[in-house]
């Protein structure tokens, strides 16, 4: 993930055995990486595609993983970029032994929280991939002690709890020497050797084993794109090709790509890092909003790597509200969870997955399958619609009476846990439509069922 401070990069040279590219694919899949050729032809999504778009749509929350050894130094997911040798890095890779990981206890506490899929950083900037792969030796199987595929292990209790499993990919790399690095001037002296060719055939041998080898990819989460973002001539990273490659292999396999720019030819959702769609708080979310299925992703706390001092957590009701305004905007929120390097899911985490999980199961009905809501957002809150029915989602725990404008009178308004009426004016005139919420200072989202 790009940092919402500036940052300044910093690229280490590959030298160390460990790091060693391989080519291992068979070689029917080493023929299908030469022959994929670039077309000036535009992306048709397939039926299947557009199908799990909009189930994508319905999920409305998921769960992001930010998990690799960087969490050994407990310092968050860009603790490499800290001038730090890549070879005294590379050490915590012997040293990660995760005892207590556990993934069908995961999953469980994830479902149990509301959410319907999982993102999981398979490869982050830092070269190291939590998968087996036969593409480098610098992988959580052949490189620790651990031994174990954990991609692998979340996939199958995914696959088991009937959750989605998406995958975090990062397209920059800060090791291996063939990445073409990016901003000009901020690796002098580094023995790079760039080449964007192989750099490229990595990456698609990369994707090729977690599209092949761990069962139905909900989604390929690319990130990393802004490393050439400043450059005076354009970088052509050739995404397209790349993701025609992708859909090559799993055509329901949805792309996004973490470019903070509007979507390119080729994908299937549109991600906003920090914010809401339409909202540029944190600087890095400015384009514009497509017609694509939108995902929102945002921390629990500061980091998106475990950080030993991060303990500042938002509150459940902040990310109550956080989600219940990200479905207001028609967004998924994707919440994320640093791991612990013992492979434990932070305490204070595993709360706030129960708190949103207790909501959830009053609530989850006014926020899966919704859409953006007919009721603009307002200074009491916000709204999200279903078919005919509109949920009025009250924010402001002291607005006890809330107007705004309506074409026609509702056929029904009811509060929505109780399913009682709610008294309300409605002026034929100038259609401005007013109820009385009454007091809800002990309600996180009063929420409101005004079915048309």
């Not at 060693?20 to 299908?32: I, Q, R, V, W």
């Not at 050797?193 to 990456?203: A, G, L």
């Amino acid at each position: 993930m790009k940092r919402s401070i500036s940052t300044t990069l910093f690229v280490l040279a590959l030298t160390s055995p460990i790091f060693a590219h391989t080519n291992g694919l068979p070689k029917e899949d080493n023929n299908k990486l030469l022959t994929t050729q670039t077309t000036n032809k535009k992306y048709v999504p397939t039926a299947e595609n557009l199908a799990a778009r909009k189930r994508f749509e319905g999920f409305r929350f998921g769960i992001f993983l930010h998990w690799g050894i960087y969490s050994t130094f407990a310092q968050g997911e860009w603790y490499l970029n800290n001038k730090i040798n890549k070879d005294e890095y590379a050490k915590a890779a012997s040293a990660f032994y995760p005892s207590y990981f556990d993934a069908n206890a995961w999953i469980s506490a994830i479902k149990a929280s509301g959410a319907k899929y999982i993102t999981f950083t398979s490869r982050h900037h830092d070269s190291f991939s939590m998968f087996k792969t036969k593409e480098s030796n610098y992988n959580i199987v052949d490189a620790t002690p651990f031994k174990r595929d954990v991609l692998k292990e979340l996939a199958d209790a995914c696959h088991k709890q009937n959750i989605d499993l998406h995958i975090y990919y990062s397209i920059l790399d800060w090791i291996r020497e063939d990445y073409p690095i990016g901003r000009t001037g901020l690796y002098t002296g580094r023995k790079l050797k760039p080449n964007y060719d192989t750099y490229f055939d990595f990456m698609k041998g990369q994707v090729n084993e977690l599209l092949h080898n761990y069962g139905k990819v909900g989604a390929i989460w690319l990130d990393g794109y802004w490393d050439h973002d400043s450059d005076s001539i354009p970088f052509d990273w050739r995404m397209e090709e790349f993701y025609r490659y992708i859909h090559s292999i799993q055509p329901t396999c949805l792309i996004g790509n973490n470019h903070h720019i509007s979507p390119i030819d080729g994908e299937d959702f549109q991600m906003f890092e920090r914010d809401l769609p339409g909202e540029n708080k944190a600087g890095l979310s400015g384009q514009a909003i497509s017609r694509l299925p939108l995902e929102a992703c945002q921390t629990m706390n500061g980091m998106w790597g475990y950080k030993v001092s991060d303990i500042n957590y938002k509150s459940t009701d902040q990310l109550i509200e956080l989600l219940v305004r990200s479905a207001a905007k028609g967004s998924n929120l994707l919440l994320n969870i640093g791991p612990q390097p013992n492979g434990e899911l932070p305490a204070l985490a595993l709360e706030r997955l129960q708190g949103i999980g207790r909501w959830m199961k009053q609530y989850g009905g006014t926020i899966y399958e919704t859409t953006a809501g007919d009721i603009a957002e307002a200074d009491w809150g916000v709204s999200t619609s279903k078919g005919k029915k509109t949920y009025l989602h009250v924010l402001k725990r002291d607005a006890e009476t809330i107007s705004f404008a309506l074409q026609s009178k509702p056929k029904r308004v009811i509060e929505y846990v109780t399913r009682q009426p709610i008294s309300y004016i409605y002026n034929k005139k100038t259609k401005v439509f007013t109820i009385h919420t009454g007091k809800h200072q002990d309600v996180v989202d009063y929420v409101i069922e005004v079915e048309k």
